[in-house]
C-alpha cells in the first residue's frame, strides 16, 4: 500500500510564530523536515517537500515543490502542488511542525477512506486536515476553489466528502509553532522512556 503512496511535507508557510522557516528548526540535531522525512519514508514510496523559500536546503535531502498559488496561499496550496508533481495516484500530506505524527497514519487514513477520494485525520476533540490522503483526481476541483479564492481547508473536504480517520492520541497531532513548543517537545522526548 505504501508503495503506491508519494509523500509530501508541508513546509511552505510564513512560519511568523517561529520567527525563521519552520522545517528548518533544528530538533535532535536536524532539520524538523528531515525528521519527518525519516519518519515517513517508512510508509510511502517517494518524498517531496512543497517550499517556498530555502528550496536548496530543502532539496539537499528531498525534491522540493512550490506553491502553485503565489504569496503563500495556505496548505491547499501545498496539497495541489503534491498532487499535479505526484507520480503516484495517492498523496499523503503531513506538515513540517508535526513530528509526532503516527508511524501507521497512512496505513490508517488508507483503510479509513472507504470509497473517498480524500481521508484526514482527526482525534477526540478535533480535526487535523493537513494530515491528510487525497487521490490526484481532485486536481481540477482544488484548482477551481483555489482560483475562486476559497483557502478553508475543512470547507474543500466537506465538498470533496472527504472521510475523517480516528486517532486514539491527541499528542500525535502536537503542532511546534513557537521556539519554546520546540523546547518543550525536545525536553519530553528526553524524559520519555
Not at 528548518?24 to 524538523?32: K, W, Y
Not at 473536504?157 to 472527504?162: G, L, R, T
Not at 480517520?165 to 502536537?174: A, G, L, T
Request: proline share 6%.
Amino acid at each position: 500500500m505504501g508503495r503506491q503512496i508519494t509523500g509530501v511535507i508541508l513546509a511552505g508557510g510564513r512560519s511568523t510564530r517561529m520567527g525563521q522557516d519552520k522545517g528548518l528548526v533544528e530538533i535532535d540535531g536536524q532539520p524538523l523536515f528531515a525528521y519527518i522525512g525519516r519518519k515517513l519514508e517508512l510508509q510511502v514510496k517517494t518524498v517531496l517537500v512543497s517550499c517556498n523559500r530555502h528550496q536548496d536546503r530543502y532539496a539537499a535531502r528531498y525534491p522540493t515543490i512550490s506553491d502553485v498559488i503565489p504569496d503563500f496561499a495556505g496548505p491547499l496550496s501545498g496539497m495541489l502542488a503534491g498532487l499535479i508533481a505526484s507520480e503516484t495516484e495517492w498523496v499523503v500530506f503531513v506538515p513540517c511542525d508535526a513530528p509526532a505524527f503516527p508511524e501507521h497514519l497512512v496505513a490508517r487514513l488508507w483503510e479509513g477512506k472507504g470509497l473517498s477520494l480524500a481521508a484526514y485525520a482527526e482525534d477526540a476533540n478535533r480535526a487535523h486536515p493537513a494530515l491528510c490522503l487525497l487521490h490526484k483526481s481532485l486536481i481540477p476541483v482544488l484548482e477551481d476553489y483555489l482560483t475562486r479564492g476559497e483557502r478553508k481547508v475543512m470547507l474543500f473536504f466537506k465538498h470533496c466528502h472527504a472521510q475523517p480517520v480516528r486517532f486514539d492520541k491527541e499528542e500525535y497531532f502536537s503542532n511546534l509553532n513557537t521556539p519554546d513548543e520546540v523546547a518543550a517537545w525536545q525536553n519530553s522526548m528526553r524524559t520519555t522512556p
